[in-house]
């Protein structure tokens, strides 16, 4: 494990108002169950942990990742579990693991506020569609609540290492999905806004994640124009000239600010 991992690791200040924390992976096991096409599957071994996930890859058809850790209480009704575990003055999660020390698949700020994404790769703190809130809420130290493994690209291996020797692995190899598979217009849960559907199908673990990446995004259709930014300036010059025209919200009455996920934050 390269030094700078275990001695520089970023301290993260949560956004105060986002009921969303960092969450261990088994949390996930425990709190959802493998299904293919939304109908449950059998599994050689039970129950499910982070050695022997990587079971599943050998039930779902050959060459495809079709099995979705699915929730088992209606992700809609919010289920506690998915609040994930409130940091302490620490900045860790007691003895529950929130982060595997590889790569980082966070958006992270410099500056506290708004951070709109309406206009790719353009950073702007006056709100138009697509939003993000920063502030210096909870502190949350990932060092304190990981697993720390290398990866050899080559091999496309998980080695665990120092301090957490006996991490487990199985759990990076899955090749399924974290989450529920999309729903389906059908489903009075789905919405969609301009084409974009409100709950989409779960992600793919770290080992989907490009890992052996040459750059520090991964290559990608949607990675064309990125660069490693050494200043926000055309970002503020875009705010004053948008605040200028005073017509994106701003303190007019009226206006609702939402996630993307839907929910009213102000």
């Known amino acids: 494990m390269e030094a700078f991992s275990t001695t520089r690791p970023p301290i993260v200040y949560l956004f105060s108002k986002d009921p969303y924390?960092?969450?261990?992976?088994?949390?996930?096991?425990a709190n959802t169950r493998p299904k293919i096409a939304r109908e449950d599957i059998s599994f050689p071994t039970s129950p499910l942990t982070l050695t022997n996930l990587d079971q599943l890859n050998n039930v779902a058809p050959k060459g495809k990742n079709d099995v979705y850790l699915t929730s088992i209480a209606d992700v809609t009704t919010n289920p506690a579990w998915l609040n994930g575990i409130q940091t302490g003055d620490d900045g860790g999660t007691g003895n529950e693991k929130t982060c595997a020390i590889m790569v980082v698949d966070k958006a992270l700020y410099p500056t506290p506020g708004t951070h709109d994404h309406t206009i790719p790769n353009?950073?702007?703190?006056?709100s138009l569609l697509l939003v993000d809130d920063a502030d210096a809420g909870p502190k949350y130290d990932p060092l304190l609540s990981?697993?720390?493994y290398t990866f050899a690209p080559s091999s496309k291996t998980f080695t665990p290492v120092e301090p957490t020797p006996d991490a487990p692995t199985g759990w990076l190899y899955?090749?399924?999905?974290?989450?529920d598979e999309e729903y389906p217009a059908s489903d009075k849960r789905q919405k969609s806004l301009l084409g974009n559907k409100k709950y989409v199908?779960?992600?793919t673990g770290p080992a989907d994640k490009q890992l052996d990446r040459k750059e520090v995004w991964p290559q990608n259709q949607w990675s064309g124009g990125q660069k490693?930014?050494?200043?926000?300036?055309?970002?503020?010059?875009?705010?004053?000239w948008f605040s200028k025209l005073n017509c994106?919200?701003?303190?007019?009455k009226g206006v609702i600010r939402v996630k993307v996920s839907g929910e009213v934050i102000g």
């Not at 924390?21 to 096991?29: M, V």
């Not at 353009?122 to 006056?126: A, P």
């Not at 994106?248 to 007019?252: A, P, V, W």
């Open 174 to 179: 899955y090749k399924g999905k974290w989450g």
């Open 228 to 240: 490693i930014r050494t200043t926000l300036d055309a970002g503020w010059v875009a705010k004053q």
């Open 21 to 29: 924390r960092p969450s261990p992976p088994i949390a996930t096991l």
């Open 122 to 126: 353009l950073n702007i703190t006056t």
């Open 146 to 148: 990981a697993y720390f």
């Open 201 to 203: 199908g779960g992600p």
């Open 248 to 252: 994106f919200g701003g303190t007019k």
